[in-house]
């Protein structure tokens, strides 16, 4: 009984250190849920007015994108920039809206995800999001009139592209400061901040960001808790605005009215 006794602190000590190291190995795919399976035309989820396109990335990938035109010239141009599950196939209800508004939209899919090549990253997902910027460059829209959409990872990647270039907009939803923060809540016995990779800093770029920005975060949002919200749009310049929706969780703000806020904000904030 007393060699039980003594060991039993040794063996939990090995259980916990084993589980550490695996998490620390395996923590892309703790991170990144990408569903491989996508429609080849939009259509199929509902997004007639789209059209499947090809983004160059620097490092020598071609990734697939779904991609609408504005209706006029003077309409905003919105590069979405999806969380970490799914796909943009799963993107249309938060699309719709976009479309119907006559803004121009492109959705971006990352590396890994859908039909695309690669294995997703933090500096992978940057670069697929400056191909999109590329992208919309070369179909001659100009930067002021770009908003860039930025769904929980999205954000990060959102606000790294804001940080880099000068933009029309910023939409954040339900955005965080960081990975590193949101992953020790949600692992608070694991030192996180020693082992992750991809980390998202967005607490740190925000503040440099010249751009307008709308923050939309749902009260009840179960998956980024809303003081990561608030904390990034307290460190967040002028001007900019933020929206917290008292019902809404981490994957229905759609129902909650945030296509309608984003629309309206970007008609009042996009303009000659």
């Excluded at 259980?15 to 849920?33: C, T």
């Excluded at 908003?147 to 959102?158: I, T």
Aim: hydrophobic share 45%; net charge neutral.
């Amino acid at each position: 009984m007393e060699d039980l006794i003594l060991r039993t602190p040794l063996v939990l000590g090995a259980i916990y250190l084993l589980m550490v190291a695996g998490m620390a190995v395996f923590q892309r795919d703790l991170m990144y849920f990408p569903d491989r399976g996508i429609p080849s035309d939009p259509a199929r989820v509902g997004l007639p007015e789209m059209k499947p396109v090809r983004l160059a990335t620097a490092d020598g990938l071609s990734l697939v994108a779904w991609w609408a035109p504005p209706r006029s010239a003077a309409d905003p141009v919105v590069a979405f920039f999806h969380g970490n599950g799914g796909s943009i196939a799963g993107r249309d209800l938060k699309a719709r809206p976009l479309l119907d508004a006559g803004f121009g939209l492109l959705l971006v899919e990352y590396r890994g995800y859908g039909p695309n090549p690669g294995t997703p990253s933090e500096e992978g997902l940057y670069a697929d999001g400056r191909a999109a910027l590329a992208f919309l460059a070369e179909a001659g829209i100009p930067a002021r009139r770009i908003a860039l959409y930025g769904e929980s990872l999205g954000s990060g990647v959102a606000v790294k592209l804001a940080h880099e270039t000068r933009i029309g907009a910023v939409v954040l939803e339900a955005p965080f400061t960081s990975a590193v923060e949101i992953g020790q809540a949600a692992y608070p016995f694991v030192p996180v901040g020693l082992m992750m990779r991809d980390r998202y800093e967005s607490i740190g770029r925000i503040a440099e960001i010249a751009a307008p920005l709308l923050v939309v975060h749902g009260a009840r949002d179960e998956v980024v808790a809303v003081q990561f919200g608030r904390r990034l749009f307290d460190a967040a310049r002028e001007p900019k605005r933020y929206v917290e929706l008292p019902q809404g969780g981490h994957n229905d703000l759609h129902a909650h009215g945030i296509g309608r806020i984003t629309v309206d904000y970007l008609r009042a904030t996009i303009r000659d």
